[in-house]
């Protein structure tokens, strides 16, 4: 299986700052990428797929980039609702694998 | 708007059995494959299990392999998941997830654009 790898573990920044979180795969997954946001208590959301497109409904302080191995998911001025983890999900190859998760806090 | 509620969760011993179920709306069930993917106290989100729409294929990660098993009911727009022999390793927030449309997939796996809340399993004496 494709091991994804997330860093850093956690980031903190402020509000309004902009945020960047890295996801690395064990071998290249093209841009078969994606990047969700998770809360407690909610659903995890779709941010991007394709590596780089938002998906629907998502704000375009939200942008991904990458392909091969190295990705990373830029957020811009973060806003109170953005602190929350992260995860990258790979699904180039069967099975799907996710990363760890970056926990994103208000520093 | 899509929804997914899962139920069936609770806690239960090693060894013993549990069914999941999921109820899906806002969407046509029958025209997407379903997953369930899990998530461990302090870990990270693990795949599970996958049915394409017409249950013609269906996939399970090695570590439920032979002891878990996922079915759909297209007409009651529901999905479920037999688990068996259950194990502490077990122990997860269990959550149902569809499957994106074809264009947010690769040949062999998608991403997944609505996911439940969850429900938790807990795998203990």
């Known amino acids: 299986d494709i091991v994804m790898t997330q860093s850093p573990a956690t980031l903190s920044v402020s509000p309004g700052e902009r945020a960047a979180l890295s996801c690395r795969a064990s071998q290249s997954v093209s841009i078969n990428l994606a990047w969700y946001q998770h809360k407690p208590g909610q659903a995890p959301r779709l941010l991007i797929f394709g590596a780089s497109t938002r998906a629907t409904g998502i704000p375009a302080r939200f942008s991904g980039s990458g392909s091969g191995a190295e990705f990373t998911l830029t957020i811009s001025s973060l806003q109170s609702e953005d602190f929350a983890v992260y995860y990258c999900q790979q699904y180039n190859n069967w099975p799907s694998t996710f990363g760890q998760g970056t926990r994103l806090e208000i520093e | ?125």
């Open chain 2, 1 to 125: 708007e899509v929804q997914l509620v899962e139920s069936g969760g609770g806690l239960v011993q090693p060894g013993r059995s549990l069914r999941l179920s999921c109820a899906a709306s806002g969407f046509t069930f029958h025209d997407y494959a379903m997953n369930w993917i899990r998530q461990a106290p302090g870990k990270g989100l693990e795949w599970v299990s996958g049915i394409s729409w017409n249950s013609d294929n269906i996939g399970y990660a090695d570590s439920v392999k032979g002891r878990f098993t996922i079915s759909r009911d297209n007409a009651k727009n529901s999905l479920y998941l037999q688990m068996n022999s259950l194990r502490a390793e077990d122990t997860a927030l269990y959550y149902c997830a569809k499957e994106s449309p074809a264009r947010y997939c690769s040949r062999t796996s998608c991403s997944f654009d609505s996911w439940g809340q969850g429900t938790l399993v807990t795998v203990s004496s």
